[in-house]
């Protein structure tokens, strides 16, 4: 099951998926849409998932934003997923909005948490791919903009990440980018140093930008991905 970042879309995942379906790996991307119902979105694929593939095992892919709710849903339903995978996970931020932005932004959930602020990130921090820059570019699912209520959810879900990780049982991969513009790589390791099971790794890719599953290089990541997998089923 794939789950996409802040901004992205089920579109991103297809040469992923393209690349698990030629080793007989079903793929099942989650669409995020209102951040209230992120888990819930997850759950209703995944009750697909189960129902079409019994017996099979069933892993979590999730991407920057996708990541860090699907360490969470992992932590608040253990053992629903037999893996997890945390491809650049949005722990903490390296994109800083202005002070003035923030104060806009909590005084806005008083009065209108559906006001939307643009989130300063391009295709260019993204992907070293200009191709495929230039694809986000043009593609009209691609959005900068989030909710208030969403980007005051999304550093409540970084705290709380911080504070209950060390209670995550499920088997996990974090691969993480060497050059991320969006999120905090080093945050990202302290995470995965907190977390106490044993079935954990973690590879980084040190020329990498953010969004490993679309960057130059991408084949690796998707090899070590279906390897780690493969170990587990």
Sequence with gaps: MLVHGLGAH??????????????GVSSYAVEMHAPAAYYRDILRIY??????????????VGESLGALVSFLLCIDRPGLFDGLVCISPAFANRIKLAPSEYVK????????PGKEFRV?????MCTRDADYRNRMDQD???????PSGLLVRILLSQFRAAVVKSALRTPVLFLASGEDKIVDSQATKRIFAGLVLKDKTMIEYPDMYHALSIDIGKEKVFEDMLRWVEKRL
């Design 140 to 146: 009209v699912r691609e959005s900068r903009m989030a």
């Design 47 to 60: 009750a697909v998932a189960a129902k079409e593939n019994p017996k099979k095992k069933i892993f979590l």
């Design 120 to 124: 300063p990130f391009d295709s260019s």
């Design 10 to 23: 089920t579109g991103r995942w297809e040469m992923l998926s393209d690349f698990f379906l030629k080793h």
């Design 105 to 112: 932004m909590f005084a806005s959930l008083f009065y209108n």
